[in-house]
């Protein structure tokens, strides 16, 4: 993986765990990172499920794509936030 892709895996996670944190009511006890990482991981996630369902290459903008990685960031960042309400 070059740098650039690096970047880019961490910008659109952040984009990712943004907004599956917006998604959720009520305040996340995580971190910034934690929801990049959370972000990272929806994304790739959501690319291999949406690829799974015929969604992921569309014509323009993959609106189907996008809104089953940001499911996947507010289940994930739900998550998250449980195992550490629990501590």
């Known amino acids: 993986m070059e740098i650039s892709g690096l970047i880019s895996a961490i910008l659109i996670g952040a984009v990712i765990g943004i907004l599956g944190r917006l998604v959720i009511p009520g305040r996340q006890r995580i971190g910034l990172l934690w929801t990049i990482v959370v972000g990272i991981v929806a994304a790739l996630i959501g690319t291999a499920v949406a690829a799974g369902l015929g969604v992921a290459d569309t014509d323009g903008v993959d609106w189907g794509e996008w809104l089953i990685q940001i499911a996947l960031a507010a289940l ?10 629990r501590r």
């Not at 994930?76 to 309400?85: Q, T």
């Open 76 to 85: 994930g960042v739900a998550a998250l936030d449980r195992v550490k309400l």
